[in-house]
């Protein structure tokens, strides 16, 4: 397809149990974020890819959060021994450097919903 | 630390009048600032742009306005409709790490 595409778009788990999101982003596209959205609240930044750089993971919560992007591809964000707390929907996103707008493309998220 | 910040978490406008969003930011680094509107269970949906080095971009009607004296930001909706009310949120993109960072978000209800 032609935007980031999520999945999944939805996610019941138990806590405690570990879960894989997944992110393809726009074809071409170097950049790729990790935004996690709770009720009620803002785009939280979680990670960020740029190309071969060491990816920007100033945004991961706690060690249980994880990411991976295969090269300039797929991306997983992983979370382990899920809390009640990490329920949110999570956004990817992907842009080009070389924009001329700055604009930043978002997938649908993937709503997590921890029992 | 909040770069960007959006202190009107609500606002409610009459149909057909002007709808004004505002956003502070504190970091003089940010080389775009853009606008999305969020609707539930969908993605952010981009709305305009304005490049730092601009005061003003217009699309249709939507008019952004950058204030670099006041790092101020705001977008105008002219005339408002009830297909507008959405979550809008502004969001700055940081020119040497090209992190985007987003505001809280504010909830527009456009009344008919």
């Known amino acids: 397809g032609a935007g980031v595409s999520q999945s999944p778009s939805n996610k019941v788990t138990e806590k405690g149990k570990d879960v894989e999101l997944r992110c393809d982003p726009i074809?071409?596209?170097?950049?790729l974020y990790w935004y996690r959205q709770r009720l009620g609240q803002g785009l939280e930044f979680l990670i960020y890819?740029?190309?071969?750089?060491?990816?920007?993971k100033s945004g991961l919560p706690s060690d249980r959060f994880s990411a991976e992007r295969t090269g300039e591809s797929v991306s997983t964000l992983t979370i382990q021994r899920t809390q009640q707390e990490d329920s949110a929907v999570y956004l990817c996103?992907?842009?080009?450097?070389?924009?001329?707008?700055?604009?930043?493309?978002f997938g649908e998220g993937s709503r997590l919903t921890v029992l | 630390d909040q770069q960007v910040k959006q202190n009107s978490p609500s606002l409610s406008v009459q149909e057909g009048r002007i709808s004004i969003l505002n956003c502070d930011y504190t970091?003089?680094?940010?080389?775009?600032f853009l606008w999305y509107k969020k609707y539930p269970a969908e993605g952010p949906t981009f709305l305009i742009s304005?490049?730092?080095?601009?005061d003003k971009n217009e699309d249709g009607r939507f008019t952004v306005f950058l204030n670099k004296s006041a790092k101020h930001l705001s977008l105008h909706i002219v005339p408002s409709q009830p297909g507008d009310s959405a979550v809008y949120f502004c969001?700055?993109?940081?020119?040497?790490?090209?992190?985007?960072?987003f505001g809280t978000g504010t909830r527009l209800k456009v009344l008919a």
């Open positions: 304005i490049s730092s080095i601009k």
């Open positions: 890819f740029q190309g071969n750089s060491a990816p920007d």
């Open positions: 969001a700055a993109r940081d020119s040497g790490t090209y992190k985007y960072i």
């Open positions: 074809s071409g596209h170097t950049a």
């Open positions: 970091n003089s680094m940010f080389d775009y």
């Open positions: 996103a992907s842009s080009s450097q070389g924009t001329n707008t700055g604009e930043l493309f």
